[in-house]
């Protein structure tokens, strides 16, 4: 009867364990199983086809694309049906200005942003922008931007254009002029569709040996872990009662200490806080969406006249193209800061971030001073 039940529990387990799980020497590999295959290493029919993978010598997990050769794996995500990639000599940024092209894998990036490449004097672009280092060199800085004014003005000033083309970007980089380009490429495969099965616990493969039918497979060693899990959620709970209550109390305390130090601070270190508050908030978050036409449109614009009178608290150039103001040339302000540019740069920039670029306040929504 026991052995019975064994056998009940090994069987679907054992239409799996057919597919081991492996990865390269090196300790960061990620795991590689279905619909990945590594260097020959599965059983037949334990990868799908245009999933190959292979070690390279340094025991890293390697893709190669036909068009575009190789590329070091970072991570795969079976769940979202992800690969993250990277340039084995860290400077992706050229792998783009080669030809970035996954045409004939099973791949393809979430996106394609166009950059412009621009090669400046270094002097002109250091400490300003965000510079692709394994581009430059002594006299010469390179840095690629998706803004088209941007890129414009730019080589009306001292840069050259060295190319402008689709970049696979995960998501919309919008939160700065320019961009290093460093972040890995993520690829994701439609088919095989594994999504459903991954999420719900699963791991997928081929039906069988000779079928190219994929199924669900369900690991039974699963009831044991969930045996340990709920067995940890015991022991945790203890652990959390015995420690959550006086470490509550004892925060508790502090923060009303911290509290009353606080009061007495003078109104100057208060000032200081909101600086800092400002600049902590991640330009990810509120106020980084771009603006409507309409809104933009409603903040001052004026036409510089001979004298070049400058409105608002602005120097005599913009800060976006580093350009001085010409005479005739349009300019708009926003409203809170008074900081004025370009209307072209500055319109091109709020259409995608709804902060200031220089002092980074929203003009959208007021960052609220601390009243007391
Ligand atoms: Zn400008
Ligand atoms: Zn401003």
């Known amino acids: 009867?026991?052995?019975?039940?064994?056998?009940?529990?090994?069987?679907?387990?054992?239409?799996?364990?057919?597919?081991?799980?492996?990865?390269?020497?090196?300790?960061?590999?990620?795991?590689?199983?279905?619909?990945?295959?590594?260097?020959?290493?599965?059983?037949?029919?334990?990868?799908?086809?245009?999933?190959?993978?292979?070690?390279?010598?340094?025991?890293?997990?390697?893709?190669?694309?036909?068009?575009?050769?190789?590329?070091?794996?970072?991570?795969?995500?079976?769940?979202?049906?992800?690969?993250?990639?990277?340039?084995?000599?860290?400077?992706?940024?050229?792998?783009?200005?080669?030809?970035?092209?996954?045409?004939g894998s099973r791949f393809q990036p979430e996106l394609y942003v166009n950059y412009t490449f621009l090669s400046c004097p270094r002097n002109f672009t250091d400490a300003r922008f965000a510079i692709i280092n394994c581009l430059s060199n002594d006299t010469r800085s390179v840095m690629a931007t998706s803004i088209h004014n941007f890129a414009a003005r730019m080589a009306r000033n001292s840069c050259q254009v060295i190319k402008t083309l689709p970049v696979p970007v995960s998501w919309p980089q919008n939160d700065e002029f320019t961009s290093t380009l460093s972040d890995d490429i993520w690829l994701s495969w439609d088919v095989p569709d594994c999504k459903d099965?991954?999420?719900?616990g699963g791991s997928c493969g081929f039906q069988s040996n000779n079928s190219q039918q994929i199924g669900c497979f369900f690991d039974s060693t699963g009831d044991m872990d969930q045996t340990k899990r709920t067995k940890g959620l015991r022991i945790f709970r203890i652990i959390a009662f015995t420690i959550a209550i006086p470490a509550i109390l004892c925060s508790v305390a502090v923060g009303v200490l911290l509290c009353m130090l606080d009061r007495r601070d003078s109104i100057g270190s208060r000032a200081n806080r909101v600086v800092q508050h400002i600049e902590m908030t991640p330009a990810s978050q509120e106020g980084t969406a771009g603006l409507d036409q309409d809104t933009i449109d409603s903040y001052t614009k004026v036409v510089l006249g001979e004298s070049l009178r400058i409105p608002g608290l602005n120097d005599g150039s913009c800060s976006i193209c580093l350009s001085d103001f010409g005479v005739k040339e349009a300019l708009r302000c926003i409203p809170d800061c008074q900081h004025c540019f370009h209307a072209d740069c500055i319109d091109e920039w709020l259409r995608m971030n709804g902060i200031c670029p220089l002092c980074r306040k929203s003009p959208a929504h007021h960052i609220p001073l601390e009243n007391s």
């Not at 099965?197 to 719900?200: L, S």
């Open 1 to 103: 009867m026991d052995f019975l039940i064994l056998l009940f529990l090994i069987t679907p387990q054992l239409a799996y364990s057919v597919c081991p799980i492996t990865n390269c020497s090196n300790p960061t590999s990620p795991p590689v199983r279905f619909p990945f295959g590594l260097d020959h290493q599965q059983p037949e029919n334990c990868s799908f086809p245009g999933f190959d993978l292979y070690c390279t010598a340094q025991g890293l997990t390697a893709l190669s694309l036909p068009q575009s050769g190789e590329f070091l794996v970072r991570y795969i995500s079976y769940q979202t049906q992800n690969i993250r990639v990277y340039d084995p000599k860290n400077c992706l940024p050229k792998r783009f200005l080669d030809g970035f092209d996954p045409s």
């Open 197 to 200: 099965c991954e999420v719900g």
